[in-house]
């Protein structure tokens, strides 16, 4: 059994500041950092800290991305499914305070030219069984998904960023959710309590298991009529931005392993904490012998 991650790839360029910059506003940074990222990226190097295979597929431009890859190969991840293109790698602004909270503005860049031949081409190395991780910052999600079920693949996805159009795939197919208390609401057009939510999501996809995310209240799991709670590892925070990645990597990485998911989300929270307390997205992952 092994993973495939469809996902982005990104430069990051942190800003650190003393309160995230308003409308007409000129503010000056502490610091400038680049830093390797993207929720794809992430999410690959968290399942292969976690301990399992990982193929990432995806595109970088043609002159700008190959640390990105560097980053994934040394993180044990199998980048050869990965397409270059003519055009600029994709590339974050983040704004970090001083409470390590962040906001993010994204360029898509090579991350919105994928297509379907590149599409075909990488899952042509997969089978029944196989898992799929997905978030929302490349194009043909769709399609992909279309291709992943044809094939009996285990499907998981962060809708994230949240946008319109999530409603437009095929999320009868998915096996897992991940996501937060906003895309929860956004997906079931109505907010609620985390339990009111997540109860909402089960029913509108009956099918599915859900992980809702609740920041400092934890997270919850549902499968059927099972419900697990899990709290978080309370740890000085200096930089949140991979937290939800790591989170997302080491809770699929644990299930593949073969844990319950109450080990999984444990395993998850832990790692999470660890990757907090640290500064950067993909440099805050940690091994799982650090858990």
Same mark, same amino acid.
């Given at each position: 059994?092994?993973?495939?991650?469809?996902?982005?790839?990104?430069?990051?360029?942190?800003?650190?500041?003393?309160?995230?910059?308003?409308?007409? $506003?000129? =503010?000056?940074?502490?610091?400038?950092?680049?830093?390797?990222?993207?929720?794809?990226?992430?999410?690959?190097? &968290?399942?292969?800290?976690?301990?399992?295979?990982?193929?990432? &597929?995806?595109?970088?431009?043609?002159?700008?991305?190959?640390?990105?890859?560097?980053q994934?190969?040394?993180?044990g991840?199998?980048v050869? =499914?990965v397409?270059?293109?003519?055009?600029?790698?994709?590339?974050a602004?983040?704004?970090?305070?001083?409470?390590?909270?962040?906001c +993010?503005?994204?360029?898509?860049?090579?991350?919105?030219?994928?297509?379907? @031949?590149?599409?075909?081409q990488?899952?042509?190395?997969?089978?029944?069984?196989?898992?799929?991780?997905?978030?929302?910052?490349?194009? @043909? +999600?769709?399609?992909?998904?279309?291709?992943?079920?044809?094939?009996?693949?285990?499907?998981?996805?962060?809708?994230?960023?949240?946008?319109?159009?999530?409603?437009? #795939?095929?999320?009868? #197919?998915v096996?897992?959710?991940?996501?937060?208390? +906003? @895309?929860?609401?956004? +997906?079931?057009? @109505?907010?609620?309590?985390?339990? $009111?939510l997540?109860?909402?999501?089960?029913?509108?996809?009956?099918?599915?298991?859900?992980?809702l995310?609740?920041?400092?209240?934890?997270?919850?799991?549902?499968?059927?009529?099972?419900?697990?709670?899990?709290?978080? #590892?309370?740890?000085?925070?200096?930089?949140?931005?991979?937290?939800?990645?790591?989170?997302?990597?080491?809770?699929?990485?644990?299930?593949?392993?073969?844990?319950?998911?109450?080990?999984? =989300?444990?395993? &998850?929270?832990?790692?999470?904490?660890?990757?907090?307390?640290?500064?950067? &997205?993909?440099?805050?992952?940690?091994?799982?012998?650090?858990?």
């Amino acid at each position: 059994m092994k993973v495939l991650n469809y996902g982005s790839l990104n430069i990051d360029n942190v800003y650190s500041v003393e309160h995230f910059v308003r409308g007409g $506003e000129t =503010l000056s940074s502490s610091k400038m950092e680049i830093f390797s990222g993207g929720k794809g990226l992430n999410q690959s190097i &968290a399942l292969s800290k976690s301990g399992v295979e990982v193929w990432h &597929a995806g595109a970088v431009g043609e002159s700008d991305g190959e640390f990105l890859l560097r980053q994934l190969e040394e993180a044990g991840v199998n980048v050869s =499914l990965v397409a270059h293109t003519a055009g600029k790698t994709g590339h974050a602004i983040i704004q970090r305070d001083m409470e390590g909270q962040n906001c +993010i503005l994204l360029y898509g860049g090579a991350n919105q030219e994928i297509t379907k @031949e590149q599409v075909d081409q990488a899952m042509s190395h997969f089978e029944e069984g196989d898992f799929l991780v997905l978030q929302n910052e490349i194009n @043909e +999600i769709g399609y992909i998904m279309e291709k992943a079920h044809e094939k009996g693949m285990k499907i998981v996805l962060n809708p994230s960023p949240m946008d319109e159009k999530i409603g437009t #795939y095929p999320l009868e #197919y998915v096996d897992y959710f991940l996501l937060n208390e +906003i @895309e929860a609401g956004d +997906i079931c057009k @109505e907010n609620g309590s985390g339990e $009111e939510l997540i109860r909402k999501l089960s029913q509108k996809f009956p099918g599915a298991k859900i992980v809702l995310t609740l920041g400092g209240d934890g997270s919850m799991y549902k499968d059927g009529e099972e419900i697990l709670t899990q709290p978080i #590892y309370k740890v000085p925070v200096v930089d949140t931005t991979a937290a939800g990645d790591t989170f997302t990597g080491f809770f699929i990485g644990g299930l593949m392993r073969g844990e319950n998911p109450k080990e999984a =989300l444990d395993h &998850a929270a832990k790692a999470a904490a660890i990757a907090v307390s640290r500064a950067g &997205a993909a440099p805050s992952i940690p091994d799982r012998s650090e858990l």
